[in-house]
């Protein structure tokens, strides 16, 4: 399992933040939740769903969304930084989308305003439902995740579309136990996932990196593999991605 020893996911400082405000978001191969609890915390995302094939992942990731939600700032605190005016102004090949809820046009409450100590101390914050607290738009409440094998099954999230869908590390492994039209298969599942004008933040892993890969037998998988990383842009191209973009690589200048 991976542990995420940083409060925040680098890779994330590469998206301009307006991508991701009122959206509604995918993240595939979710893991504890980490990347998926901080676009629905701090990124002011619409909604985020977390999906993974492994179920003990995702409870993982069920409970670090209660974990987040117990060291936040309460949202009437000062430090909550109370009412800034917000609005997302569509690019020319975006869909619109619906206007914000007041609780999104406004800065998010301090993800760490409570010591991880007072965890230990006093346990975990209770989560109130939505329909208890009245908010469905903001975290916790605008997160969910499942357990599901994406690629091969279609989820009740999926009827909706996605304005965002993340694919962070995820394709080495999509690609050794599917092959390439397991590959295939995933990059025509995000295209058909996505709403007009949706975007794909993609993450690439290198073709050696598959020669360290554990769990399975890489050199017997990888060798029957025609496609290669390199070859990854022109088959997004094919299947009917446009407008690609280079975002850079986290921690690098």
Known sequence: Y????????????L?????????????????EGWVSCELAQSWAAQHVVGVDIDET???????????????????????????TPSTVLPTSNKRP????????????PDPNYFPAS???????????PSDISGDTGTFPHNISFRCADWVHEVIPEDVE??????????????????????????????YDALRPGGTFVFEPQQWDSYTKARKLDPVQNAKNLKIQPADFERLLKEIGFVSMKRLGVAGEG
């Open 2 to 13: 991976h542990h995420n020893p940083l409060p925040y996911d680098p890779r994330l400082t």
């Open 15 to 31: 998206l301009p933040r307006e991508l991701l405000i009122g959206a509604r978001v995918l993240d595939i191969g979710c893991n």
């Open 57 to 83: 992942l995702v409870r993982m990731a069920w409970k670090r969304r209660r974990a987040v939600w117990s060291l936040q700032a309460p949202v009437d605190s000062p430090r909550s930084n109370p009412a």
């Open 97 to 108: 989308r619906e206007a914000l809820p007041a609780s999104l046009s406004t800065a998010p």
């Open 118 to 128: 007072c965890q230990l101390m006093f346990g975990q914050l209770p989560i109130l």
């Open 161 to 190: 579309g996605y304005d965002v869908v993340l694919g962070l590390s995820v394709s080495k492994w999509i690609h050794l136990n599917g092959g390439d039209s397991g590959l295939r298969r995933f990059f025509h599942r995000v």
